[in-house]
């Protein structure tokens, strides 16, 4: 599951990346720095006529989650998300009543009776495993969503308008299934201040499968992310087809994540000794997540590039490995000049490195000392 984001948490070590996953190209792309939407491509491919754009606020640090702004009902009322490409559940904090929402019971989207999905749809068959039965065909959909951050969400499934605004300027108002979030737990003493989750997964559950089977857009996710904002589309016009190095996607029928490798560890350019790494792409994880093994050698090979440079480690509340320079550090491009570049360089494609530098794996704490972003988990997840 996807790591749920909290507010007051860490960053991602996943900064300024670029990512298109598609269902259709396979692949992902990834361009440094690049906060301005690509050029927008007038095609019209096998019936699929338009995107939809969308503005994306949020950081890494101190925030710790991206969102999006959407649309729900007739006449609309707005939600703030958080976008998630690993999971494909889109749900809303739903006044059902509920039980552990955190925000206001006049911000929280108000159910309709006929609108809940039964249990004999479709929808409902691919949130959960091949075994899913119904014991009455029509009963409610129910969901529950465990995050890996050990929050959770209980609920049930429904449809409802999602007035979208294409980029060719025309008006769609597709009827979308979607979550009804009426129980939820965080073990985090900062609660989300978003509305719910945007799920933008593999699954035919989720927004852009479920707008791709009604040509509304191809089933294309592309996302750009700074420590700004940045832009969400869905569909394939924003596609680039130069200036871009692209890996293919692996064909996992197993896994339900993007994913891409096996991929090298690369730092300051030269080999480091890991390899074969699967990575998974998930713009709804904090944190970057990496077996024990690879982290200690992250960490290892930090603090050896950093000897005889004048930064001293310190203890920090936010993050356990912390450094101090002789003056207090403003922005992360103060202390990039002491670390070096990691890049994973994917295997089978020429030339194709993820190019992590200190501005990726580092933040600058309100203690003003430099951090290193940490987190163990038995794959890597970026």
Known sequence: ???????????????????????????????????????????????????????????????????????????????????????????????????????????????????????????????????????????????????????????????????????????????????????????????????????????KASISSQLSGMRITKNVVGHCLSGQGGFLFLGADFVPKSGMTWTPMLQNSFDKHYSSGPAELLFGGKPTGVKGLDVIFDSGATYTYLTSKVYQTVLNLVRKDLSGKQLQDVKDKALPICWKGAKSFKSVTEARKYFNTFALSFNGASNTHLLLPPEAYLIVTVSTSANLLQRLKTSAVL
Request: hydrophobic share 35%; proline share 8%; with cysteine.
């Open 1 to 203: 599951m996807a790591d749920q984001k909290m507010k007051g948490g860490t960053v991602s070590i996943m900064v300024l990346i670029f990512l298109v996953l598609s269902a259709t190209f396979h692949g992902c792309f990834a361009a440094i720095g690049q906060v301005q939407p690509p050029r927008k491509r007038n095609t019209v491919v096998n019936g699929f006529g338009s995107s939809v754009f969308l503005t994306v606020s949020g950081n890494v640090y101190p925030l710790g989650y991206y969102s999006v702004t959407v649309g729900i009902g007739n006449p609309p009322k707005p939600f703030q998300l958080d976008i998630d490409t690993g999971s494909d559940l889109t749900w809303v904090q739903c006044d059902a009543p509920c039980t552990g929402c955190s925000l206001p019971r006049d911000q929280l989207y108000k159910p309709v009776k006929n609108n809940f999905l039964a249990c004999k749809d479709p929808i409902c068959a691919a949130l959960h495993s091949k075994a899913h039965q119904c014991t009455n065909p029509n009963e409610k959909c129910g969901f529950q969503v465990d995050y890996a951050d050990h929050g959770s969400v209980l609920g049930a499934m429904l449809s409802d308008n999602f007035p979208l605004r294409l980029v060719n300027n025309s008006l769609s108002s597709p009827l979308l299934a979607f979550g009804c979030g009426y129980r939820l737990q965080s073990r985090s003493p900062h609660p989300p201040t978003t509305a719910g989750v945007l799920g933008l997964g593999k699954s």
